[in-house]
């Protein structure tokens, strides 16, 4: 079945580490996004990528980094620059066009300790 | 900035109900809006997409619909269940404003939804 996968489920991270969440989609999807949720909040964009080796900044990219070098896989890294990363992260893929939905991955919840 | 609102934040029905779930939006000027269901701990579940220029979507027990002039969209859920115990999210599509052909997705808080057997 078609779908989007995140990995891992649960993720610890340290002061002043890096850590990064997997996001792989087998949608053949061009479209490819980072959301951050935070309890009593909206989802809020962080990345995005519209085809293989491009991404734009969304409303909250202080403190993370993207690549995308297969259109599968959309990795996020958090790094030691963003002072409140305990959230719990949500990867998107939507197809080509304005009319076509979002399909979301299972969510990568990370904390710091 | 597209602001998205959902009302009730919460709302406790006994099974068997129907009810509606209320989602507003500040700028009309979208391409489609999605409700999805979100679990405890889970991903985000997409129920029904809505286009434009259409007025209303439905599945089973679902029908959502679409205002676009006045900036409002509603969920009707029938006979509800306890298994649609959940939060619904509600989410309307903007062209991004980027340049590069990015169609961006704007988030109500969502509406947490307790059905009793």
């Known amino acids: 079945d078609g779908g989007i996968t995140q990995s891992p489920k649960y993720l610890f991270r340290k002061e002043g580490q890096n850590v990064t969440l997997s996001c792989e989609q087998n949608?053949?999807?061009?479209?490819m996004y980072w959301y951050r949720q935070d309890p009593g909040q909206g989802l809020r964009l962080i990345y995005y990528?519209?085809?293989?080796?491009?991404?734009q900044k969304g409303d909250i990219a202080e403190g993370y980094s993207v690549s995308r070098e297969k259109k599968e896989s959309f990795p996020l890294t958090v790094t030691s620059a963003q002072k409140n990363p305990t959230a719990f992260y949500l990867c998107?893929?939507?197809?080509?066009?304005?009319?076509?939905?979002?399909?979301f991955g299972s969510g990568t919840r990370l904390t710091v300790v | 900035k597209q602001e998205v609102t959902q009302i009730p934040a919460a709302l406790s029905v006994p099974e068997g109900e129907n009810l509606v779930l209320n989602c507003s939006f500040t700028d009309s000027a979208i391409y489609n809006l999605q409700w999805f269901r979100q679990d405890p701990g889970k991903g985000l579940t997409s129920l029904l997409l809505?286009?434009?220029?259409?007025r209303e979507q439905t599945s089973g027990r679902l029908n959502a619909s679409l205002d676009k002039s006045s900036g409002r969209s509603t969920l009707y859920i029938a006979a509800s269940q306890p298994g649609d115990s959940a939060t619904y999210l509600c989410a309307v599509s903007r062209f991004g404003y980027s340049g590069a052909g990015s169609y961006q997705l704007t988030f109500g808080k969502g509406t947490k939804l307790s059905v009793i057997p």
């Open positions: 998107a893929s939507r197809g080509q066009g304005g009319n076509y939905g979002y399909t």
């Open positions: 949608l053949n999807h061009d479209a």
């Open positions: 809505i286009q434009s220029s259409q």
């Open positions: 990528s519209q085809i293989v080796n491009d991404f």
